[in-house]
């Protein structure tokens, strides 16, 4: 059974229809990878999956539970699933600590202590331990961005999403933030990914997903999809891009 599973998604606003009959399996320890133009519903797609936008059709099932039921609940479904902004959307006046530990403690009743020793070890993990009491401006970007990853991680999500999450860092910080990501897919972590960094959908990916008018359009490993592409308007987006 996939660990994800989405069938027949569609979301609009208005007239515009952003993800439109969108099929796609994610099995448990995968990588697959979102790539395609701005406005694609790159972006819209996570945030169906992490409840954030409500579905106007189809289903999205999480570890075979249909997560766009009405009755679902929305906190509990949350709780396992990580979500990595591009733009770190860490609170500048609370402690780093306490930014990774705030949704565990209001919103999920993660005694205060219980919490605190867990935001401490994923700290730890990325490297951050000793900016537990430091503010997020203290913090380069590539390191606030690491910290969302932690704050993402300190409820051991059975999914994690990522949207864009180098686009808003300096090129030198790049590579600190992907070098997380493999080390995490590398320990089993299930994982849907916006990016345009072609480098790491070819070296972590187990799928690469092209999406055109909110559709995936080509899917399949990365070195058929990034190096021979079958359609036509994917070859045309590898090549602008690359060029």
Known sequence: MSLLSLRGVRKSYGANVV???????????ECVVLIGASGSGKST???????????????????????T?????????????GF??????????????DNITLAPIRVHGVARDVARTRGLEMLDRVGLLEKASAKPDELS???????????????????LLLDEVTSALDPELVGEVL???????DEGMTMLVCTHEMGFARDVADRVCFLHQGRPLEVGPPAQVLDDPREPRTRE???RIRS
Do not use: W
């Open 84 to 97: 990595v902004f591009q733009s770190y959307n860490l609170f500048p006046h609370l402690t780093v600590l």
């Open 179 to 185: 070098d997380l990501l493999r080390e995490l897919k």
């Open 45 to 67: 797609l996570l945030r169906c999956v992490n409840l954030l936008e409500v579905v106007d059709d189809g289903v999205i099932e999480l570890a075979g539970t249909d997560i």
């Open 19 to 29: 993800i439109d009959s969108f099929d796609l399996e994610v099995d448990e320890g």
């Open 237 to 239: 987006f590898l090549s």
């Open 141 to 159: 970007g590539g390191q606030q961005q690491r910290a969302a990853i932690a704050r993402a991680m300190v409820n051991s999500p059975q999914l």
């Open 69 to 81: 039921d009405p009755r679902a609940n929305a906190d509990k479904v949350r709780s396992k699933i």
